[in-house]
């Protein structure tokens, strides 16, 4: 089992930035690539990245690409979730989730955070 717990949501206004945190316990960290997705009240939850286990390759969706970024530390058993440039369509509740490699389903993801609320206001 893998145990995750995200962090740094809140509000911020249009144009602001974030930076999100997932920490992770239970079973080796590297050995897992990281996602983040996002649901907003009546909407699916939709990816927004992933990082693969070392950390080379990220995938974004494209509403966020050159706004967001990901990174991991491996010795903390962390990732982060940065975002700029943050825009009231970013609003939602954002959740990191892991799996054996890197995937854009959210299905394909055994292993969920609780979830932190962003709340971009205009």
């Known amino acids: 089992q893998v145990q995750l717990v995200e962090s740094g949501g809140g509000l911020v206004q249009t144009g602001g930035s974030l930076r999100l945190s997932c920490a992770a316990s239970?079973?080796?960290?590297?050995?897992?690539?990281m996602g983040w997705f996002r649901q907003a009240p009546g909407k699916e939850r939709e990816f927004v990245g992933a990082i693969t286990r070392i950390g080379g390759v990220t995938w974004f969706t494209s509403s966020v690409k050159g706004r967001f970024t990901i990174s991991r530390d491996n010795a903390k058993n962390t990732v982060y979730l940065q975002m700029n440039s943050l825009k009231p369509e970013d609003t939602a509740v954002y959740y990191c989730?892991?799996?054996?490699?890197?995937?854009?389903?959210?299905?394909?993801?055994?292993?969920w955070g609780q979830g932190t609320q962003v709340t971009v206001s205009s």
């Open positions: 989730a892991a799996r054996i490699s890197i995937s854009r389903k959210p299905n394909e993801y055994p292993y």
């Open positions: 239970g079973r080796t960290f590297s050995n897992y690539a």
